[in-house]
């Protein structure tokens, strides 16, 4: 028995300006265009194995070592698409094996919680479509295979791509326009930090597509959100990341999550995914920017409650010390920092700040934060020879 395998990773990205709607549900073509920043693959990565044979006699897959159904009409799409451009070399080169025709195991892991806000589906989509793009050696790009993943989950045509990327949200009906471009690589501006405060580890009271539509169905702010506030947005943001503005970068990115957030409690019934833990930690980022009489940290929150840090390496001094203070027995420190940048942290604070911060500090903040991530924006999708399927038996290791 040949078994065929093919490994890549993928990364997370957060969006600054969101895609929320869509024109087109089973497409998954949005009613606005977004971007994102790509995430260092350390802590927020998705690893997929994609194996075929001949001998396999139905598609598998295994999510985080447990099996999963493979039934769902988006993950059908995607795989069918694929396999179609696999069947398109095959019929221009008789040599190749007709792996179009065989049957997939796919086996992939996380290595942070699933479907908790943290972007997912993004990675894992990528990662499947980049890893089977990789098996049956297909020479479309990123932006061309970004159109299969999206028909998986929207933002995962984002994860193609390293840096700030670009959903573009395209025209077309059929969505041959609708995909992800690079709006600058990871060289471009490598000093963007990102630290996110877990604020919940469970699966969200409405998943994120039922909430688009209902957005979608019963928000008035909605409407004017996708005909007017984004698209200017959009070429501002743009124009920030091409100068590397982060005073703009970080008020656009506040503000567009506010208003996502807004349409949500717009909507009928309203949708709630920022919790009181969220809105504390927003009043903390305007009253440290306020303390420094600068732009130092800005806040944005996808379809969950945890909350996403953007700050520039530069002011990592600055703004840590709070986070320090805040969350200093939260779990996620570790071989981050060490004992001593800490202790400047701290120090830091004890003489320079805390006597002169006049906004209340809430003691308690830390009890709704579970773990911190620290990382920075990263490349796109890496092949890697880790495998999780036994290239003997085409089963999961």
Not at 85 to 104: F, G, K, T, V
Not at 235 to 263: C, G, Y
């Amino acid at each position: 028995m040949t078994v065929y395998t093919a490994s890549t990773t993928a990364p997370v990205n957060i969006a600054t300006l969101k895609y929320w709607g869509k024109r087109d549900t089973k497409l998954n073509l949005p009613t606005n265009s977004s971007i994102s920043v790509t995430l260092a693959q350390e802590d927020l990565r998705t690893l997929t194995t994609a194996a075929t044979s001949r001998t396999f006699e139905k598609d598998q897959l295994w999510l985080n070592g447990q099996p999963e159904s493979l039934e769902s009409a988006r993950t059908q799409q995607c795989l069918q698409d694929l396999r179609a451009l696999r069947a398109q070399l095959e019929a221009h080169d008789a040599s190749l094996p007709p792996m179009s025709q065989w049957r997939l195991h796919i086996a992939s892991e996380n290595n942070f919680p699933t479907a908790a806000g943290l972007a997912s589906s993004a990675a894992g989509f990528a990662a499947l479509v980049m890893a089977i793009a990789k098996l049956y050696q297909l020479p479309q790009s990123p932006s061309q295979l970004s159109k299969i993943a999206r028909k998986g989950s929207g933002s995962a045509c984002r994860s193609l791509f390293g840096g700030y990327v670009a959903w573009e949200m395209g025209s077309e009906a059929d969505g041959s326009d609708s995909e992800a471009v690079e709006v600058a690589p990871l060289e471009h501006w490598p000093q963007m930090r990102a630290a996110i405060l877990v604020v919940s580890a469970e699966k969200k009271d409405t998943p994120s597509t039922s909430g688009m539509q209902q957005t979608v169905a019963t928000s008035d702010l909605f409407q004017e959100r996708v005909r007017s506030v984004v698209p200017a947005r959009f070429e501002e943001m743009k124009t920030a990341i091409a100068n590397r503005d982060f005073p703009l970068f970080a008020k656009l990115t506040m503000q567009d999550s506010n208003s996502f957030h807004a349409t949500c409690l717009d909507s009928y019934p309203p949708i709630f995914y920022m919790n009181d833990t969220s809105r504390k930690v927003v009043r903390l980022c305007h009253a440290i920017n306020d303390f420094y009489n600068d732009t130092v940290v800005a806040y944005t929150f996808d379809a969950g409650p945890n909350a996403v840090l953007y700050y520039l390496q530069e002011n990592e001094s600055k703004l840590l010390p709070f986070i320090n203070h805040l969350f200093d027995q939260t779990e996620g420190w570790e071989g981050r920092f060490s004992k001593g940048a800490r202790a400047e942290f701290d120090q830091q604070f004890t003489e320079h700040i805390q006597n002169k911060f006049t906004a209340v500090l809430d003691a308690n903040l830390h009890r709704g934060v579970s773990r911190l991530i620290f990382t920075k924006v990263g490349p796109g999708p890496q092949d890697t020879t880790e495998s999780l399927i036994d290239a003997t038996t085409g089963v999961p290791v």
